[in-house]
């Protein structure tokens, strides 16, 4: 159990593409919030760089909150 904890917790903390982020956040997204897009991961990038410290590398545990709160501002 532990074991299965801390690989999920490398695999969230892990810096991977714009690409796999997007393919990630779309699967294990809740149902009803708004789906990732290359044009939206793109827009929220150039609207936040403050939060891209690893040039184009994207991190789910960094990135997915983020990402869900700025969806909610944009829907509102």
């Avoid at 990630?24 to 150039?46: D, M, Q, V, W």
């Avoid at 891209?52 to 909150?65: N, P, Q, V």
């Amino acid at each position: 159990m532990m074991k299965t904890l801390s690989k999920k917790l490398d695999e969230a903390e892990k810096q991977i593409s714009s690409f796999d982020f997007m393919e990630s956040y779309n699967k294990n997204i809740p149902a009803g919030f708004p789906h990732a897009t290359e044009a939206l991961l793109k827009k929220f990038k150039e609207e936040n760089p403050v939060f891209f410290t690893h040039g184009d590398l994207w991190s789910l545990d960094e990135h997915r909150k983020k990402m869900v709160d700025w969806f909610q501002r944009l829907n509102h």
